[in-house]
T-cell receptor
C-alpha cells in the first residue's frame, strides 16, 4: 500500500477556494488516487478519483502532478458544510480495500 | 435511491459475548466492505464481500468474520468480544469491484464493557 502524507489540519474562510495537498511518492503505476471526506458523526463520503489526468466533478477538482507523486484536491468555494476530515487514498484498480491515513481536518470559518 | 443502512445503530455488549452487525447495501450494489474506526487506529479495512465470497481481508484476528447473502446484504460477526473492539463499524457498498466509488453507511457504534 502506498504511503500518503497530508497536513494534519487546514483552515479556510467560507466562499474561498481551498487546496488540500497530498504526497504519495510511493504510488504504483496502476494506483488510482481517491479522495474521501468524513463529516462529523457520519461515515466517509466519496469525493473524487483520478489516475493521471486532472478530474472535475460537481463537488471538487483533482489536480494530479505529472510524476503522480502528489495530488491536490481543490474545493472551489468552501462552505461550512465542507468542514470535514479529507482523506487521500491511493488504491489499486480492482481492489475494494481503501487504506485510510490520518487525513486533513479542514475547518471552514464563516 | 436509499443509501446504505446499518443495524443496529448503537449496541452495548459485555466482554466475552458475541455480536452480529447487519448492512444493507444500495440497491444494485454487489460489493460490500466493512471498516472499523477507533480514535487510536483510525479507519481500518476489515473485509470485502462480492458474490457471497470474501475477496479481501484486513489484518484482524479470526474473531472477526462476515458473510454476504444472495441479495448482497452482509453481516459481520465478532466473537469473544474484548474491550478494544469498542469502535464504530462502517459498511460500504459499491456497484462492482474495481474503480467504483464506495458509499458508506452511518455505522454501528459498538461499546464493549
Amino acid at each position: 500500500d502506498a504511503k500518503t502524507t497530508q497536513p494534519n489540519s487546514m483552515e479556510s474562510n467560507e466562499e474561498e477556494p481551498v487546496h488540500l495537498p497530498c504526497n504519495h511518492s510511493t504510488i504504483s503505476g496502476t494506483d488510482y488516487i481517491h479522495w474521501y471526506r468524513q463529516l462529523p458523526s457520519q461515515g466517509p463520503e466519496y469525493v473524487i478519483h483520478g489516475l493521471t489526468s486532472n478530474v472535475n466533478n460537481r463537488m471538487a477538482s483533482l489536480a494530479i502532478a505529472e510524476d503522480r507523486k502528489s495530488s491536490t484536491l481543490i474545493l472551489h468555494r468552501a462552505t461550512l458544510r465542507d468542514a470535514a476530515v479529507y482523506y487521500c487514498i491511493p488504491s489499486q484498480g480492482g481492489s475494494e480495500k481503501l487504506v485510510f491515513g490520518k487525513g486533513t481536518k479542514l475547518t471552514v470559518n464563516p | 435511491k436509499a443509501g446504505v443502512t446499518q443495524t443496529p445503530r448503537y449496541l452495548i455488549k459485555t466482554r466475552g459475548q458475541q455480536v452480529t452487525l447487519s448492512c444493507s447495501p444500495i440497491s444494485g450494489h454487489r460489493s460490500v466492505s466493512w471498516y472499523q474506526q477507533t480514535p487510536g487506529q483510525g479507519l481500518q479495512f476489515l473485509f470485502e464481500y462480492f458474490s457471497e465470497t470474501q475477496r479481501n481481508k484486513g489484518n484482524f484476528p479470526g474473531r472477526f468474520s462476515g458473510r454476504q447473502f444472495s441479495n448482497s446484504r452482509s453481516e459481520m460477526n465478532v466473537s469473544t468480544l474484548e474491550l478494544g473492539d469498542s469502535a464504530l463499524y462502517l459498511c460500504a457498498s459499491s456497484y462492482d469491484r474495481g474503480i467504483y466509488e464506495q458509499y458508506f453507511g452511518p455505522g454501528t457504534r459498538l461499546t464493549v464493557t
